[in-house]
């Protein structure tokens, strides 16, 4: 029976290919063999959209284990196919396979999907890398993520930071974080909601300094929303972020032409200070005390009444005033 249903697929009656291509779906799911699944990848080329649908359907029903690189790769040659219907459904069916045996290769198969001209294929391969990116990570993946980032579609966009959040921190390189820091001035507010959500989690799972150095790196750059995303990070991180680079930096950014930049680093600033007293404070806030721009000082002052309110010792708002005083 199987033969005859084989040799129906290259028939010349449409109608004929499709009712094989399903009754083969149907057998699939009872029995697995080999000839049948080759006869389902080589059904992927068919001539008739509607038999190629039924294919990717029936290979849906094959087990984790059936699921070989000839199933994958053809699902994956059928995420360019010109019918959205076949490629959509071929997305559908890697995440499947996906979830019940995550291997290289429908992790790359789907990591592959995210360059594709669909749109919609984009988004299923982005939520399908968000259910197994903690299972298995590649770093082919992990760029096509962050290129994902930058997606034209928004949907897009935020299904890659959702993606990009769940991978474990000794996968969390500068370049991602780099990416995911640039998100922060996309224009789709979930972008960058997404994004500072990511950002926080790569700080909790050990990628910390990784993570500060993305954001001192943004605190420079010419977006304004990108300073503004850096510093809510920032703020949310608290005494975690502490170094001598970030105090200086968000003094700079208390220069910025734009008020809510300012703004934005100036409350930064109030959550570290309030959150810990630290040399590495006070070390900061001496050098805004020695710097030559009023700007800088005015901002140092400032913090300093913050810190008086939250109860630091006299001896550290001493050593500051006599540090102001000195730099007159």
């Known amino acids: 029976m199987i033969n005859g249903l084989v040799s129906a697929l290259g028939g010349s009656d449409a109608n004929v290919r499709r009712y094989a291509c399903d009754a083969l779906g149907k057998i699939v799911e009872k029995a697995v063999t080999m000839e049948v699944i080759c006869a389902l990848v080589n059904a992927l080329r068919n001539s008739d959209a509607d038999v190629r649908r039924n294919s990717c359907a029936a290979l849906e029903k094959v087990s984790g284990q059936a699921a070989t690189s000839t199933v994958v790769n053809g699902l994956v040659d059928a995420l360019e196919d010109i019918d959205v219907g076949v490629s959509s459904k071929a997305c559908e069916v890697l995440s499947i396979i996906g979830e019940k045996a995550a291997t290289i290769e429908v992790i790359n198969g789907l990591a592959s999907a995210l360059g594709v001209c669909n749109a919609n294929v984009r988004r299923h391969a982005?939520?399908?890398l968000g259910k197994i990116v903690e299972k298995v990570t590649t770093m082919e993946l992990i760029y096509a993520l962050v290129n994902a980032l930058r997606d034209s579609d928004a949907d897009v966009g935020r299904y890659a930071c959702v993606a990009l959040g769940k991978i474990s921190g000794q996968e969390t390189t500068i370049g991602v974080i780099n990416g995911v820091v640039n998100a922060l001035a996309d224009a789709d507010v979930d972008v960058r909601a997404n994004?500072?959500?990511?950002?926080?989690?790569?700080?909790?799972?050990?990628?910390?300094?990784?993570?500060?150095?993305?954001?001192?790196?943004?605190?420079?750059?010419?977006?304004?929303?990108?300073?503004?995303?850096?510093?809510?990070?920032?703020?949310?991180?608290?005494?975690?972020?502490?170094t001598i680079e970030v105090i200086n930096e968000l003094l700079n950014a208390r220069e910025d032409d734009i008020f809510v930049?300012?703004?934005?680093?100036?409350?930064a600033l109030g959550y570290i200070v309030q959150d810990v007293?630290?040399?590495?404070?006070?070390?900061?806030?001496?050098?805004?005390?020695?710097?030559?721009?009023?700007?800088?000082?005015?901002?140092?002052?400032?913090?300093?009444?913050?810190?008086?309110?939250?109860?630091?010792?006299?001896?550290?708002?001493?050593e500051l005033l006599d540090a102001f005083a000195e730099s007159e």
């Open 195 to 242: 994004a500072y959500v990511a950002l926080g989690k790569f700080s909790e799972k050990g990628a910390i300094i990784e993570v500060i150095n993305g954001l001192v790196n943004a605190l420079q750059d010419s977006n304004i929303d990108i300073k503004i995303g850096a510093c809510k990070v920032l703020e949310k991180i608290g005494r975690k972020a502490v």
């Open 261 to 267: 930049g300012r703004s934005a680093a100036g409350k």
């Open 277 to 318: 007293a630290t040399v590495i404070v006070m070390n900061g806030l001496v050098n805004a005390a020695e710097d030559t721009n009023a700007v800088m000082k005015n901002g140092a002052f400032q913090l300093m009444g913050k810190m008086a309110d939250t109860g630091y010792p006299n001896e550290v708002i001493n």
């Open 126 to 128: 982005c939520v399908a």
